[in-house]
């Protein structure tokens, strides 16, 4: 297995990208229904993890905690999901027919940015560049990170759906999570391509349970969910992504065993027979069964 490590060679002021009109529907109780559940969820996670060395880092040395805690924390909310396989990464790729043996990926050096992390790098570019030469397409821009990588690992177009950079925490179709308007509040949406442009990154605006899908039906060749964590949002992006996959098509999770709600989802599509894997030493779970996942949910 090979990777190349991409830097840019110049800074190039951002210019203008394919935008679509942001469309959404304002609903305070969708937020606030959101907020009351993950704050419950949070609350009856830590009663049962608590354990003094965990509370004595957690007062002493707040970076040792996380990560201390994270990991512990990911395998608890995995273990709560019986219904999927977490697999290595050598697996992972026979289950994708990728072949260890010629595995090659390129991946962005951001200044320090800290996006996924590295083994979630390396397992989404590989599997983007076994899928191409499909367009790719992102929920979730967040800084562009993401779009970044994908856009070097696939001969096609990347489209990346976010929300607009204007405040607009108050206005969601779904309910969603506190962590989610922590992730709103605290990110320039594209900030990265801003100065690192990529041609084949197309960039689109609007929430994604109302976004109109329909002109990527059946040409997606890898489906990557990284937007709004509740378990209503990833239904609706999971069911948007099964209209969108080509035949042969993967959808990729994020945040799987980091996000309550998505594992949760998950498992019960897992517990429908949909054949869902999570990658060992990542927060990815990924799946080729579109076809099961569209009957599921549909």
Not at 2 to 29: I, K, L
Not at 188 to 209: H, T, W, Y
Request: proline share 4%; glycine share 6%.
């Amino acid at each position: 297995m090979t990777w190349t490590v991409w830097e840019p060679s110049s800074c190039v002021p951002f210019g203008d990208q394919q935008m679509e009109r942001f469309a959404t529907a304002s609903s305070n109780w969708n937020n606030w229904k959101g907020r009351i559940r993950d704050g419950w969820g949070t609350a009856r996670s830590l009663f049962s993890l608590a354990h003094p060395h965990l509370l004595r880092l957690r007062l002493l040395d707040s970076s040792h905690y996380r990560s201390y805690a994270a990991p512990l924390f990911q395998r608890y909310v995995q273990s709560l999901q019986p219904n999927i396989d977490v697999v290595d990464f050598s697996t992972a790729l026979e289950l994708l027919e990728i072949d260890p043996e010629s595995v090659e990926c390129s991946l962005p050096v951001l200044d320090g940015y800290v996006g996924l992390a590295d083994w979630d790098r390396v397992t989404l570019a590989a599997i983007a560049r076994s899928r191409s030469p499909y367009p790719a397409f992102e929920i979730g821009t967040a800084a562009g990170s993401t779009a970044i990588l994908l856009s070097l690992n696939i001969n096609d177009t990347v489209f990346s759906l976010d929300l607009p950079r204007d405040d607009t925490r108050n206005q969601f179709a779904l309910p969603r999570l506190s962590t989610d308007d922590a992730v709103i509040a605290g990110r320039r949406r594209a900030s990265l391509l801003e100065f690192r442009p990529r041609k084949n990154v197309v960039l689109l605006i609007g929430d994604s349970a109302t976004f109109d899908f329909t002109p990527y039906y059946d040409r997606i060749g890898l489906f990557f969910i990284d937007g709004a964590h509740s378990y209503e949002y990833v239904r609706s992006d999971t069911l948007n992504a099964v209209r969108c996959c080509a035949e042969g098509g993967v959808i990729v999770w994020d945040d799987y065993g980091g996000s309550r709600d998505v594992s949760r989802f998950l498992n019960q599509l897992a517990g429908l027979g949909v054949k869902i894997y999570g990658v060992e030493g990542t927060k990815l779970a990924f799946s080729r069964d579109v076809e099961r996942i569209r009957e599921s949910i549909c």
